[in-house]
């Protein structure tokens, strides 16, 4: 006997063996299987086979064709969370005749499926299925406000949120909070990551603009007189135009400060100092010295007194100036020497003046005192010059006459010199033993004509031809020699 090998197959048999009887037998089977001693293609069932042997003698034999339970695949998937995400497809088998072929985890995407398995007799069954998935979680920008004023932070971002697996959550970055809506956002970049109830994710970005800063300008004219006005012209840029605020303005002298308003609302003000001249009016009191002058428009003034004068400035502007005149006295001056008229080898002459504190001035001078040496011979005008408080000033002159002392003729030596070459050229050598300061020629009209600190070597190019004298003088002042000398 061979049993069905697949649940709902007619593949059994059974054969019947007979002994006994009269051979010469045959087979009968019902309610199928044919006359033959095996009966094929039988599906389960109960199955009886009678025999007849030529005698007509009878028996029976009963078969129980048995089949397995139907083969039978089945199968479970894991819900795909994301959109494009994968599902594990277990699939397991029962009934059929076991060990089988085709159970197992598999990897499936979204659709149908269907997944063959067979048993031990090779019966066949399929484990099919469909699985879904979400549709793709899509994050969008559905508003945007820009920050309206440069450097404000009042600008928002809205996002749009379609498919996925709704009761979503928000999250801004790098600020803007939880929420669909971010609000009070500074000029930048923001991204807002939206996840759904199945932590699916997905991102939108957003750049929030500012516009430049709005920037107020002005410029405004001169005021060419006092108690003038002047045209400030106010201009803006940057920030959205159009502007209000700006125009031409009449602006009085002082500090101006003019708002502008662009099309967003934003403000800025320009500010500015507009100067004028000052009043060329009033009370003035100047002092002058007398024998000075002072000047007022076109008007000179020398003596004490109050005047008045209109004034037209080179701008056209005229105003009122009236003048209180002081005019302070010079300083009264008196000088002495305690002598006027001295020897050219004579000491310094002390020079006195009233008052005090003035300076001297002329050849000669040393300080307070006159030096006849130094001046020379000759009238020398000495000027003693002083400055009071009031700065004025006054001088006064004492004449010193310096004399030779000597007829030209005397050519004293009380110190011993000589000089070579005599008569000279151009140079003249000095020999002494004496110890003297400086040098002095006379001519013979008594003028001092050149002078030198000590040497012995003199260079006398520049004198004319005619007959000197060559004084030694001491650091005194004193000449202690004298002598004659003639250039050729």
Do not use: R
């Not at 064709?65 to 039978?72: G, N, Q, R």
């Amino acid at each position: 006997q061979t049993n069905v090998s697949c649940n709902g197959l007619s593949n059994g048999s059974a054969t019947i063996a007979v002994s006994g009887g009269t051979s010469g037998y045959t087979y009968s089977w019902s309610p199928s299987g044919g006359t033959g001693a095996t009966a094929s293609a039988l599906s389960a069932g109960t199955y009886t086979c009678s025999v007849t042997d030529t005698n007509s003698c009878t028996t029976a034999q009963s078969f129980v064709i048995s089949e397995p339970a139907a083969l039978m695949a089945m199968s479970s998937s894991t819900a795909i969370l994301c959109y494009g995400g994968s599902s594990a497809v277990t699939v397991t088998a029962m009934d059929g005749t076991a060990p089988y072929t085709g159970t197992g985890i598999y990897t499936a995407s979204a659709g149908s499926y269907a997944y063959p398995v067979t048993d031990a007799n090779g019966c066949s069954a399929s484990a099919t299925g469909t699985i879904t998935e979400p549709s793709l979680l899509s994050a969008t920008a559905s508003a945007q406000t820009n920050v309206s004023c440069n450097g404000l932070s009042n600008g928002s971002a809205t996002i749009a949120v379609s498919g996925g697996t709704s009761g979503y959550t928000y999250s801004w970055s790098p600020s803007g909070g939880t929420g669909v809506t971010a609000s009070a956002l500074s000029a930048g970049s923001y991204t807002c990551s939206v996840t759904d109830a199945n932590s699916c994710t997905a991102e939108q970005s957003f750049v929030i603009t500012q516009p430049n800063a709005l920037m107020a300008m002005s410029s405004s004219t001169a005021i060419l007189c006092n108690g003038g006005s002047s045209t400030v012209t106010v201009t803006a840029m940057d920030g959205t135009a159009p502007y209000t605020g700006t125009g031409i303005f009449t602006a009085s002298a002082g500090s101006y400060a003019y708002p502008v308003t662009d099309a967003n609302g934003c403000s800025a003000s320009t500010t500015g100092t507009i100067t004028e001249p000052a009043a060329i009016t009033g009370i003035q009191s100047p002092s002058i010295c007398f024998g000075e002058n002072y000047q007022v428009g076109t008007s000179t003034y020398t003596t004490f007194g109050t005047y008045t004068d209109i004034l037209t400035a080179a701008n056209g502007c005229d105003s009122t100036v009236t003048t209180n005149l002081t005019v302070n006295s010079l300083p009264s001056l008196s000088v002495a020497a305690a002598d006027t008229n001295v020897c050219v080898s004579s000491s310094a002459v002390s020079l006195t003046a009233t008052p005090i504190g003035g300076a001297w001035s002329g050849l000669g001078i040393v300080g307070s005192n006159f030096s006849p040496s130094a001046a020379g011979v000759g009238t020398h005008i000495i000027t003693y010059t002083y400055t009071d408080i009031n700065a004025c000033s006054n001088t006064a002159e004492i004449t010193m006459v310096v004399d030779l002392c000597t007829g030209i003729n005397a050519a004293s030596n009380t110190a011993s010199f000589t000089v070579y070459p005599n008569p000279t050229n151009f140079s003249l050598t000095i020999n002494t033993s004496v110890n003297y300061s400086s040098i002095q020629i006379i001519n013979m009209l008594g003028q001092l004509v050149f002078t030198k600190e000590k040497s012995t070597l003199l260079n006398l190019t520049s004198l004319p031809s005619g007959i000197y004298f060559i004084q030694l003088v001491d650091n005194k002042g004193s000449v202690i020699g004298k002598e004659k000398f003639v250039k050729e």
